[in-house]
């Protein structure tokens, strides 16, 4: 009888270790809680069209709205997914319309880490992130045709050609990330 006194102490111990249980109790209590969060809630804007500048670096705006719900630790990232350019860089192409000469422009942009980036090599635009939000609000990136780090370049893809449509485009990444990386 006395190995099974024991034998009921040894396993009360282990079922109710955590909990301290007078000699005397006869029961036990355990507070059981369950909580899910609710999905992170937002809406990132970019503009459907940007008319950019021959002369100086174009702000580009992009908005969040009705952010809710974002977990501690994390932001809403909105990166350069791609560019219409080889290896996703950001080029404008157009064609003289009286000639029929092809031109190339890359522009170059500069993101949250505050640094113009082309795409070339050590410089990658492709994947940087543009725009990052806790709450609602408006963040711009910067884009500039790379010409206007070549003043006076004699070379027909380092200058703006005049009467050439320039056009191109940039697709986004969006999602939540974590604020450290």
Not at 57 to 82: F, R, W
Not at 86 to 115: A, I, P
Request: glycine share 10%.
């Amino acid at each position: 009888m006395r190995k099974m006194v024991l034998g009921i102490a040894a396993l009360a111990i282990t079922v109710f270790g955590s909990i301290p249980v007078a000699a005397n109790t006869t029961s036990g209590r355990t507070d059981l809680s369950l909580y899910v969060a609710n999905d992170p809630v937002y809406t990132v804007t970019v503009p459907e069209t940007v008319q950019l500048s021959a002369t100086e670096n174009t702000q580009v705006p992009i908005t969040a709205s009705d952010v809710k719900d974002i977990p501690a630790g994390q932001k809403i990232s909105v990166t350069l997914d791609h560019g219409n350019g080889t290896f996703g860089r950001l080029y404008l192409e157009g064609t003289n319309e009286e000639t029929g000469k092809e031109y190339l422009m890359t522009l170059d942009v500069k993101g949250t880490d505050g640094e113009f980036k082309s795409g070339a090599l050590e410089k990658q635009i492709k994947g940087m992130e543009l725009a990052s939000f806790t709450k609602d609000g408006t963040m711009n990136y910067e884009l500039r045709p790379v010409a206007l780090d070549y003043p006076g370049s004699t070379n027909d893809n380092l200058t703006i050609q005049k009467g050439v449509h320039y056009s191109g485009y940039v697709t986004y990444g969006i999602g939540l990330k974590d604020i450290a990386e």
